[in-house]
C-alpha cells in the first residue's frame, strides 16, 4: 500500500507530537493494519512525564491498540483484508523453549523490545497509535466484528490482570480485596468477580469510589474514614481476606496490605511506580503466616487469547474505565489528561 502514515510519537518529557513517513512494504508473513483506536497506558504517560528515563526518544508510542487488516502478504493464510484483530505487542517467537512451554511471552529467548530499538526512520516504540502499522501475521489474533474496537484495545491490559489471578489461583466465593481502583485495579476487580471472587475495594478518592458504585461494586472501603480494619473484618466474616492484589504502586498500599493479611493469604504485586515505593515487610511475618507473595508483569499466550474470549462475551465493563476520547491530533492534550492525578484511560481515536 502507497502513501504516508501519521502517528503519535513522543519527542521529550511532556511534550507528544504528531509525525508521518511513508508505509513500509509489507513482507510475505506480514499484514497492514489500520490502528482505529489507541489507549494511553500508564507506561505510557508515565514516559511522558519524564519518570522513565531509560525508554528512549523519539517513541512511537501505544500498545493497547486494535484495528482492521487492509493488506496483507502472500504467505498469510488465516488472515484477511477486513478482518478486525488485536495486535500481540509482546512479538513471541513461539518457537523457543519457553514459548514452547507457554510461559509468559516477556520470557520469550527471542523476544523483540520495540520501545528500545530504532527503525530505519529514526523512530522507537510499537507504532500503535499509528494510523497503519505493519506486524507478522504470527502477532495478529483475529476478534469478532460485532465486538466493539474499543473494547479490543483492552485485550492486552485484561490479559495481564488474567496472568496475575492465575498465579494466585483465585477461586469461587473466596473474599479478594482489590487495594487502588485505577484503570489497572478495576480490570483486576472485574476479572476477579468474572471468576466468582467475592471482591472487597479499598480506595481512598471519591471519584473512583463513585466509579467502583456506578460499576455495582458494593463492599468499598475508604480507608481516610478510620475503620478500614473493621470493615474489612465485616466483610470477610471475621476470617480476612484469602487474596490481596496490590494494584497501585504506592509505599501506604503495601503497608496497608501487609497490616491485615491473614495467615496463608496470597499476594499479587501487580503495579509498579517510578521512582519505587518502599517495600518494608517482616519475613518473619511470611514465614510465620505461612504468606504467598507473587510478582507479575505481561501475560502469557493463553492469557491474550481468554482475554479475547472474555471481552468478546460482554462480560467487562470497558465504558466507564474511558475517561476521555482525544482525536489523533489531539494527542499532546490526551496525555495532558492522561497523566492527571486520578484519571482512568484517555483513548485516542486514528482517522483514516
Not at 77 to 88: Q, R, W, Y
Not at 93 to 110: I, S, T
Amino acid at each position: 500500500m502507497k502513501g504516508t502514515t501519521r502517528f503519535g510519537v513522543l519527542v521529550a518529557d511532556k511534550r507528544a507530537e504528531v509525525h508521518s513517513h511513508e508505509i513500509p512494504e509489507i513482507m510475505a508473513d506480514e499484514v497492514l493494519m489500520h490502528n482505529v483506536a489507541c489507549n494511553i497506558c500508564t507506561f505510557d504517560y508515565q514516559q511522558w512525564l519524564g519518570l522513565r528515563p531509560q525508554q528512549p526518544y523519539p517513541q512511537a508510542f501505544g500498545h493497547e491498540d486494535a484495528g482492521m487488516i487492509v493488506a496483507v502478504g502472500p504467505e498469510v493464510e488465516n488472515l484477511k483484508t477486513g478482518d478486525h484483530v488485536v495486535p500481540n505487542i509482546y512479538y513471541p517467537c513461539l518457537q523457543c523453549r519457553n514459548c514452547q512451554n507457554g510461559l509468559n511471552m516477556r520470557l520469550c529467548e527471542n523476544k523483540i523490545e520495540p520501545v528500545h530499538n530504532k527503525d530505519k526512520y529514526g523512530y522507537y516504540g510499537p507504532y500503535g497509535c499509528s494510523q497503519y502499522k505493519i506486524i507478522k501475521a504470527k502477532h495478529v489474533i483475529k476478534v469478532d466484528k460485532n465486538v466493539p474496537l474499543e473494547a479490543i484495545c483492552f485485550v492486552e491490559p485484561v490479559s495481564t490482570a488474567i496472568h496475575g489471578l492465575r498465579k494466585i489461583r483465585i477461586k469461587a466465593n473466596e473474599k479478594v480485596l482489590v487495594i487502588g481502583i485505577g484503570s489497572m485495579g478495576l480490570l483486576n476487580a472485574q476479572l476477579a468477580q468474572y471468576y466468582g471472587a467475592d471482591v472487597i475495594i479499598s480506595e481512598l478518592m471519591e471519584k473512583k469510589i463513585e466509579v467502583a458504585k456506578k460499576m455495582g461494586f458494593k463492599k468499598i472501603i475508604n480507608p481516610h474514614e478510620g475503620r478500614f480494619e473493621e470493615q474489612l473484618k465485616e466483610y470477610t466474616g471475621g476470617n480476612g481476606p484469602s487474596a490481596i492484589i496490590i494494584a497501585v504502586g504506592v509505599t501506604q498500599a503495601y503497608e496497608q496490605a501487609f497490616s491485615v493479611g491473614p495467615e496463608m493469604c496470597r499476594f499479587l504485586i501487580f503495579a509498579a511506580n517510578f521512582p519505587a515505593p518502599k517495600w518494608n515487610i517482616d519475613p518473619n511475618l511470611v514465614h510465620y503466616r505461612l504468606w504467598e507473595i507473587y510478582g507479575t508483569i505481561g501475560s502469557a499466550l493463553s492469557d491474550y487469547r481468554e482475554a479475547v474470549d472474555i471481552i468478546s462475551s460482554g462480560a467487562l465493563n470497558f465504558e466507564d474505565i474511558i475517561e476521555a476520547r482525544y482525536p489523533l491530533d489531539k494527542v499532546q492534550m490526551a496525555f495532558e489528561h492522561a497523566a492527571k492525578p486520578g484519571s482512568y484511560r484517555v483513548n485516542v481515536t486514528i482517522p483514516d
